[in-house]
């Protein structure tokens, strides 16, 4: 079983990655129906920024949310004196960071479900007397619903083994941005912790496989799509 | 109670242009297919928008020079060629969609009426996939006309549909036509339809 210290860093863990999805969630639902639905000048340029998190090495993210987000950066000092808050060495940052690195696998998730509901199902419920947004909401949303659970449980795995960028972004601090990869990453580096990395290792496994299987349950709920991504 | 619509609208590198005189009764929009029909009733309905005339039913301007109502508000009950249903909702929520954003005002039937008016009683809690060609028809005429329009615009009603089917939904439509007198815009390329339903004929094309 796990010690009290790895159950702390099971729960941050858990705290940290539901925090970037709640986050990342209503951004990556915009954006999704933005792409999906909408052209407009820029638009491949929103597109590309979107996807930038998925093909950066992640320590080059990080770097970037240091930058913007440190000290001296634009949004830290915004933070600074608008909340007199910080992301630095924060379990928020980590979130942040988690969430970022989440974004591209949401959107495309969502864009991929949103994409497949007939149209035409939209325009009959105007005709039948609802306004866009009750059309979206009645018709787009539930028929598109099975794949935004697809991408809450892809981003929140994804968000569950986010490093490189949490690393660069706001270290490595115990009980705050130590999640379950960088404690097993640390516990590595220390001799005699072995058996403490594999029952981290096991809970990292057991976690991510818990996401694949209510994931894959959400797929197959919904018959008309053979997959989402 | 009838049409009163002169409408250009764009399609593709042409314009689609169509009058219809207010008559009693049925209109028929005939001509071969890809000429433009469903795009006219697109845009009576206001999926579609003209580039220039007016849509006029029962005398309420839906479209001219300075008026566009949007669909939600024009009150045209649309039965679509390929029917649309909802696919996650039941039968029952389909026909109930339209009648709950209808002012009570406007409804002229409970869903009881419908039902029986079009014989799908017993298809109330069926999903729509598991239901045939016919029986899908009349559902979606029944979610049309629960909606309390002024107006219906049948699509080619019967083109998915086999003989004896589309005898069944041709007697419907008369007797929308008769008992309900509302007014019908119907879009078929069939010349034996439209000789037996309509009472004006617009030919397109």
């Known amino acids: ?229 | 109670m009838s049409f009163d619509i002169a409408i250009e609208v764009p399609r593709g590198d042409r314009t689609v242009s169509v009058r219809i005189a207010p008559v009693t009764g049925i209109t028929a929009l005939f001509g071969p297919s890809g000429v433009g029909k469903t795009t006219v009733l697109d845009a009576v309905v206001g999926l579609v928008r003209p580039a220039s005339g007016h849509v006029r039913i029962a005398g309420a301007t839906l479209f001219d020079a300075n008026t566009n109502l949007p669909p939600e508000r024009r009150g045209c009950g649309y039965v679509f060629q390929d029917g649309r249903l909802f696919p996650h909702k039941s039968v029952r929520d389909n026909l109930l969609y339209g009648w709950k954003l209808a002012p009570p005002s406007r409804r002229f039937m409970d869903l009881a009426e419908a039902t029986r008016f079009l014989g799908i009683a017993d298809l109330l809690d069926r999903a729509p996939r598991t239901l045939s060609g016919g029986e899908a028809q009349r559902v979606a005429i029944g979610r049309a006309l629960l909606s309390g329009p002024r107006a219906l615009l049948m699509d080619e009603p019967l083109s998915s549909l086999d003989a004896d089917r589309r005898d069944g939904i041709m007697r419907v439509i008369e007797r929308i036509r008769d008992d309900l007198s509302l007014p019908i815009l119907y879009v078929s390329h069939d010349r034996a339809e439209v000789d037996r339903l309509a009472a004006q004929v617009v030919e397109l094309g």
Do not use: C
């Open chain 1, 1 to 229: 079983m796990l010690s009290p210290t790895e159950w702390g860093i099971v729960a941050l863990s858990l705290k940290v990655a539901l925090a970037a999805i709640g986050l990342t969630l209503p951004v990556a639902f915009a954006l999704a129906w933005v792409l999906a639905r909408k052209s407009f000048p820029g638009r491949m340029l929103l597109d590309t920024l979107v996807h930038l998190p998925l093909v950066l090495p992640p320590v080059v993210t990080g770097w970037l949310l240091l930058l913007f987000f440190g000290r001296n950066g634009a949004g830290g000092r915004a933070l600074e004196t608008l909340f007199g808050a910080t992301l630095m060495f924060r379990w928020t940052g980590a979130a942040l960071a988690a969430g970022i690195m989440a974004l591209p696998l949401m959107v495309r998730a969502i864009r991929l479900s949103l994409e497949a509901v007939d149209r035409r199902l939209e325009s009959a419920a105007r005709t039948l007397g609802a306004s866009p947004l009750r059309a979206f909401a009645s018709v787009t949303l539930p028929l598109a619903l099975p794949g935004v659970g697809a991408a809450v449980v892809l981003g929140f795995a994804r968000s569950l083994g986010e490093f490189g960028a949490t690393i660069t972004f706001v270290s490595n601090v115990p009980g705050e941005t130590r999640t379950l990869p960088l404690a097993i990453y640390t516990a590595l580096q220390v001799p005699g912790a072995e058996d403490s990395v594999t029952r981290m290792a096991i809970a990292s496994v057991l976690l991510s496989l818990a996401a694949l299987m209510v994931s894959e349950w959400l797929v197959r709920k919904d018959g008309r799509r053979s997959h989402v991504l």
